[in-house]
């Protein structure tokens, strides 16, 4: 992927829940997604099935599957609650045809095992996935949600090469196991760096100004080597874009965060 931006696209830009705006019409995911093709944000999450659906959809209509780097977690349809989100399945040996089914595409590029505290069932997720590396059908597995001692638990032949986790200002537990998955070479990921786009109304200022600085926070970070955020509006695309174009924080905005993280609440 050439001129990568430092940005991703999340998959709940696809659904209605958890975000600040009603659901994009399918004409405006078409654009949200052709904007960030253009203009080097290659990477785009996945996380519900309704996301994969609805990507699998655009991208077939955009004629570019080729331009795009998808991620897919494991959650899945469950019968009589296709309208709900639903929370992760522990992957088994049918989901990957139903996933790339979903998704329109004959590959993942990366997998993503949400991370669960039954070291046995991961060895047997760790198992499938080989399978499915040596197959093709997908490119590379991630780690999501990491916390805690989880790479600790981890020995070489893992095939883990990335992790991702919530990150942002009001929300930093996962910095320690980022320092660690920096340590070993994997890719880190950050999700949310608005929390949902919730803190951009709690703080009460200036929205865009908020999200200016909250963002570049985000991307900021050298531990982090790609944020993602969800833009249900594809104007977004070329504002958060411009955001990042300015670079780190000054001194002055960097304190201004943590007046808001002391009064809000988080860290
Ligand atoms: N948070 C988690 O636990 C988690 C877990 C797994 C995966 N992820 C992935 O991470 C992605 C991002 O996380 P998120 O969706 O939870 O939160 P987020 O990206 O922090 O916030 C998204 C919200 O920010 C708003 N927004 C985006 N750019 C803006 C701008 N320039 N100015 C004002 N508002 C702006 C969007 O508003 P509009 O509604 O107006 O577009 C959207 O509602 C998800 O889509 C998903 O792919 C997150």
Redesign the pocket.
Known sequence: MSNQQKLGL????FIEA????PEASFEEQCQIVAACLDNGIHVI???FYQ?RVALGRVLQELGRRDEAHIIA?NFFQHAGQTDILVSSTRYEAHHIDIMLEELSTNRIDTLVIHRHDNKERLLQEFELVRQWLASGKIKRVAL??VKGDDLLQLDASAPISCV?A?Y?AFTREAEAIFIDAKARGYEVIA???????WK?DEIGED??KV?DIL?RWAVGSELVDLV??????SE?VA??LA?VQRGALSDEEALQVEGWVERLGGK
């Open positions: 999340g998959g709940h830009s958890l975000g600040n705006d999450d996945t996380t996301e977690w999501g949600m991702l919530p942002n999700l949310s760096p608005f929390v949902r786009g951009l929205k865009a999200a963002l993602i955020v969800s833009m249900r509006k977004w504002t958060n955001t």
